[in-house]
């Protein structure tokens, strides 16, 4: 990607000193401007920027200025300025980029602004997620899991029983679905497959595998594990309970209201824990993936998050912003779960107060699996950026039949471990 290629080539053969111990005492009477960067539409900025109005009265010395932009100009935007030495104080970071930014030296190593960021309100397996080789470059902004939907019309209509989601296996869901496009009316399918690298990960994850190596060179899982995530596909669509190759190719493209599941013409689906149900209808039911009891895949993950520039003139005063950002009441109030559902759980607690009956299952299942031994999901690698691209295309092949699920597999492998190169 362009601007993946940017930031290591303006990094390429330098480290860039951490200003920590280096920099000058913050002084609070002393003015200064922050930058702060994200990405996301007109209604984001609005409610970011009203929540950065009480950091402003807090400090009435620092001035924040504000960048966004749309999600791909974004990160083009991010590299060009970080290339020409002029990256915001505070970003936002999502993917495999912080591992790539954190690689070359662009990102502060937080515990040096430890006076003025207090992280302890957050799990430590929440922290995991910008943690990269013992050094914590990122923050989540947010955090989101994969999460069951499921409609409870479509199983009464269909006389079919809701299961128990606290215990249900994938033979389970995968009975459950046939049963359910078997007992519908044409056109309505028990489930749909979810082309996503992150359930594939969950999936390596019960098995007791790892979808990148320890070491971020190479992919963990055996070709075998991984094919058997795709034959789950495929042997749903030929059992009819899920629709053929084509009309699922539509339907992922399809907004959520329009959706096969939106329309009431799906029972199950996958999708991230913060899918939004309300248009769909009062009824839905948000659970934890199926085998979750057996061995736990599903680990909480960061929706967005939040670092330092390395290069900060200011990181004292970043910080204080950040420490703003994930601790204090009033930005929950102001932003909600635009940006996930906070990782403090106090914060969590406070959010309560005001969530829809979809959001308060989110939540629930949010706190479950923070509470699981499942842990949290890791940094994505260098070079991982493309891994959701392999996943979704080879998905699509195996199910239009163009390959088979262990030759996916066999290909995902040689894809993925030539981008972590």
Not at 202 to 212: D, F, N, P, R
Not at 221 to 231: G, L, R, V
Request: hydrophobic share 35%; glycine share 10%.
């Amino acid at each position: 990607m362009a601007s993946a290629s940017l930031v290591l080539a303006a990094t390429a053969g330098c480290a860039v000193d951490q200003p920590g111990a280096d920099a000058a005492p913050y002084d609070p009477d002393e003015k200064v401007t922050i930058t702060f960067s994200w990405w996301g539409g007109e209604e984001r900025n609005q409610i970011t920027k009203k929540a950065i109005e009480g950091f402003e009265e807090d400090h009435p010395n620092i001035t924040v200025e504000t960048q966004s932009s749309d999600f791909g100009s974004y990160w083009d935007m991010l590299a060009t300025q970080v290339a020409g030495g002029d990256a915001p104080d505070l970003l936002t970071m999502g993917g495999s980029y912080p591992s790539e930014y954190a690689g070359r030296g662009a990102l502060l190593d937080l515990a040096t602004m430890s006076d003025h960021l207090d992280m302890s309100k957050l799990p430590p397996d929440t922290l995991e997620t910008g943690n990269l080789d013992g050094t914590q470059y990122t923050v989540p902004a947010g955090v989101n899991a994969l999460a069951t939907f499921l409609n409870p019309t479509v199983f009464e209509e269909a006389g079919v029983e809701l299961p128990d989601t606290s215990t249900w296996t994938w033979d389970d869901y995968a009975e459950i679905s046939e049963q359910l496009s078997k007992a519908s009316p044409d056109g309505t399918y028990g489930t749909v497959p979810f082309a996503n690298s992150s359930h594939l990960d969950a999936w390596i994850h019960q098995h007791g595998e790892s979808l990148y190596t320890e070491d971020g060179s190479g992919v963990g899982a055996s070709p075998e594990t991984i094919a058997s995530w795709f034959q789950l596909w495929l042997d749903g669509q030929k059992s009819g309970a899920s629709p053929g190759a084509s009309l699922f190719v539509e339907d992922s493209t399809a907004v959520p209201e329009q959706s096969l599941f939106g329309t009431g013409k799906a029972g199950i689906i996958f999708a991230w824990s913060g899918f939004q149900t309300d248009e769909i209808g009062d009824d839905i039911i948000e659970a934890n993936l199926p085998g979750e009891s057996a061995t736990p895949g599903n680990r909480i993950g960061a929706s967005m998050e939040y670092a330092i520039s390395s290069t900060s003139e200011h990181p004292e005063a970043a910080a204080m912003l950040l420490d703003y950002l994930i601790n204090d009441e009033r930005v929950v109030d102001a932003i909600g779960t635009d940006r996930g559902i906070p990782a403090n759980t106090e914060l969590r607690d406070h959010l309560r107060e005001d969530l829809t009956p979809a959001q308060q299952q989110e939540v629930d299942l949010l706190d479950a699996i923070t509470e699981s031994d499942a842990g949290a999901r890791r940094p994505a690698p260098t070079g991982a950026s493309s891994t959701g691209d392999v996943v979704t295309r080879l998905l699509q092949d195996v199910l239009f039949e163009r390959t088979t699920p262990a030759d996916a597999a066999e290909q995902l492998v040689s894809e993925v471990e030539s981008s972590l190169k």
